[in-house]
């Protein structure tokens, strides 16, 4: 049965993409920044407990190796499902679409980074429920001193799925939200905007 023709399930879902490298925050490859503390506990657990707060279900994608065991065996504690992905390395757009494939029964997702985890819980609900509302694609915005900025995560609805499990490289879904109709979504939550790529961030 293709992706398309299974029948959509009746909640959404969360992605969490935690299978990169992370290079910029250790060039060497011997820090994993996922796993670096951050309020007490891994950043990556952070990240999915945010998302398991909010949603029902979350994929989270993982790198079939050592390091994606030990991942995947902090997050499967939590509640999440680990989906190992032997192409992790060939970009974000393979990881997405091996978490797309292990939830195509949801009837949406969010697709969460796993070194954002400052994300507050309201934001992941508020962009689910424009998706249940009818919203195509929805993204959070926070204005600040630079004024309103988009950020992460996004949620897609099942109309997009095709186009999603086409994705290849590393850019992955920025052209669908570039070239669709997007449903913006105001929240007060700076965590959007604040990722984890080098050391000094994990203070923010």
């Known amino acids: 049965m293709t992706a398309s023709a299974i029948l959509p399930g009746s909640a959404i879902a969360g992605i969490l993409l935690a299978a990169g ?3 910029r925050f250790d060039p060497l490859g011997q820090r994993n920044k996922l796993l ?5 506990e891994p950043v990556v657990v952070r990240s999915a407990r945010h998302l398991l707060a909010a949603l029902p279900r979350v994929v ?5 190796d050592a390091e994606g065991a030990q991942l995947g065996a902090q ?5 999440c499902e680990v989906a190992l992905c032997e192409e992790a390395d060939s970009g974000m757009a393979a990881s997405l679409v091996h978490g797309l494939r292990h939830a195509a029964d949801a ?4 697709v969460a980074l796993g070194d954002m985890p400052r994300v507050r819980p309201a934001t992941i609900a508020a962009l689910a429920g ?8 929805a993204v959070p915005v926070h204005g600040n001193e630079h004024g309103t900025q988009r950020g992460n995560p996004v949620a897609f609805s099942r109309r997009h799925l095709p186009q999603l499990l086409a994705l290849t490289g590393d850019r992955g879904a920025r052209g669908i939200v ?5 449903n913006e979504v105001a929240v007060d939550d700076p965590g959007i905007l604040l990722d984890i790529d080098t050391p000094p961030d994990l203070l923010q």
């Open 21 to 23: 490298r992370g290079r």
């Open 60 to 64: 989270a994608v993982v790198r079939d």
């Open 107 to 110: 009837s949406g997702w969010v």
């Open 75 to 79: 997050l499967a504690a939590l509640g």
């Open 36 to 40: 670096q503390p951050i309020d007490g």
């Open 178 to 182: 570039k070239d669709n109709i997007v």
């Open 130 to 137: 424009a998706v249940e509302a009818g919203a195509d694609i």
